[in-house]
């Protein structure tokens, strides 16, 4: 059973950083395609960034430049690195996988459908 499970969540000023993390088992991790979503109050859930089984990753036009993806395979965990957050990053903060990795088709994968198994969720929340 693939069970993603975050961490890293917190309240941060404006302008502050988060390092969120995404920790799991029982699946062989660097295959994976993998993603960070959030969901902002009243909001759909929306991607934000994922990586490739290569590495390679895409990210949501609203956090380029600020936030960073990746991934260490030894540990099986992936991460999200939050710099210069706003108030509208305020969200919970969900960690996605699917196992077919390949970069084009991982890239591609911005919905909540694109991706099958999740993590419970980690909330940021950032006062201006």
């Known amino acids: 059973q693939v069970q993603p499970v975050e961490s890293g969540g917190g309240s941060v000023q404006t302008g502050g950083s988060l390092r969120l993390s995404c920790a799991a088992s029982g699946y062989t991790y660097s295959t994976y395609c993998m993603g960070w979503f959030r969901q902002r109050p009243g909001k759909e859930r929306e991607g934000v960034a994922v990586?490739?089984?290569?590495?390679?990753?895409s990210y949501a036009d609203s956090v380029k430049g600020r936030f960073t993806i990746s991934k260490d395979n030894v540990k099986n965990t992936l991460y999200l690195q939050m710099n210069s957050l706003k108030p509208e990053d305020t969200a919970m903060y969900y960690c996605?996988?699917?196992?077919?990795?390949?970069?084009?088709?991982?890239?591609?994968?911005?919905?909540?459908?694109?991706?099958?198994?999740w993590g419970q969720g980690t909330q940021v929340t950032v006062s201006s």
């Open positions: 996605a996988l699917h196992s077919d990795g390949s970069g084009p088709t991982c890239r591609r994968r911005t919905r909540k459908s694109d991706f099958n198994y």
């Open positions: 990586i490739a089984s290569d590495g390679s990753s």
